[in-house]
């Protein structure tokens, strides 16, 4: 589990407009087994942003990129 706060950003040199600042929750869940008893699995599961919060990430030289919406990311991995 991550909980990430974003601060205020000056969206501009003057440094007279701000982005407004964010909180964002990622969380993962992972579950490890053997396969056959000679393999093992892991399995991992992600989900980055869980309330779909809109926020930007970056404000570098006056452009204003927004942070990735909720994603889900499933992976697995086998050691054999």
């Known amino acids: ?5 974003l601060g205020e950003k000056p969206i501009h040199a003057a440094n007279t407009w ?4 964010a909180l964002r929750l990622d969380l993962g869940l992972r579950y490890t087994h053997r ?3 000679r393999v093992r699995a892991t399995y ?3 989900v980055e942003n869980v309330a779909d919060t ?3 990430e970056d ?3 006056g452009s204003l ?4 919406p909720r994603t889900v990311k499933l ?3 086998f050691d054999f």
């Open 18 to 21: 701000f982005a407004d600042d």
């Open 44 to 46: 991992r599961l992600g």
């Open 75 to 77: 992976s697995a991995t």
């Open 54 to 56: 809109r926020y930007l």
């Open 1 to 5: 589990a991550g909980l990430y706060y």
């Open 59 to 61: 404000t570098t030289f």
């Open 65 to 68: 990129g927004f942070g990735a």
């Open 35 to 37: 396969l056959a008893d």
